[in-house]
């Protein structure tokens, strides 16, 4: 329980609170707006209502996968499928799970002489530069 309480926490409880009071007072404003003859506010009048239960569900899981925390992960028991790995020093020892799936051979065709096209062989270089050098934009390309 002490895991809700921390200051990330209480400003999501915080949120979830203020949202929802929020979504449910713009509900009955669209009510009253619907009441008056403005046939457009019925459907606002149901949309709202909708927001704020998908707050309080959003919030609801965020409180049951924290309060379950990485010892439910852990515990859960490992199918026929998983190859379970061991990784670590003796201090610290996490298991890790994988599924095991077969190795596909592909065979390639023998390349074919065909003629080279120019546009393509100079996208291509783009593209090898743009590999290269990650975090360049595509001003930077010096081609």
Do not use: C
Not at 28 to 48: D, H, K, M
Not at 73 to 78: C, H
């Amino acid at each position: 329980m002490k895991r809700l309480w921390t200051p990330a926490w209480i400003a999501r409880h915080v949120a979830m609170v203020v949202l929802v009071g929020g979504f449910l007072a713009l509900g009955w404003w669209q009510i009253s707006r619907a009441a008056s003859g403005n046939t457009l506010s019925w459907a606002y009048a149901v949309e709202w209502p909708i927001f704020a239960a998908f707050v309080v569900f959003v919030w609801w899981r965020e409180v049951r996968h924290t309060l379950r925390g990485p010892a439910a992960a852990a515990a859960e028991p490992a199918t026929a499928d998983d190859a379970v790995v061991t990784a670590g020093d003796a201090a610290s020892t996490r298991t890790i799970g994988a599924v095991r799936r077969p190795v596909r051979v592909v065979r390639v065709p023998a390349a074919v002489d065909e003629p080279v096209d120019a546009d393509l062989a100079e996208y291509n270089r783009y593209l090898t530069w743009l590999n290269a050098n990650p975090g360049a934009k595509p001003g930077d390309y010096p081609g």
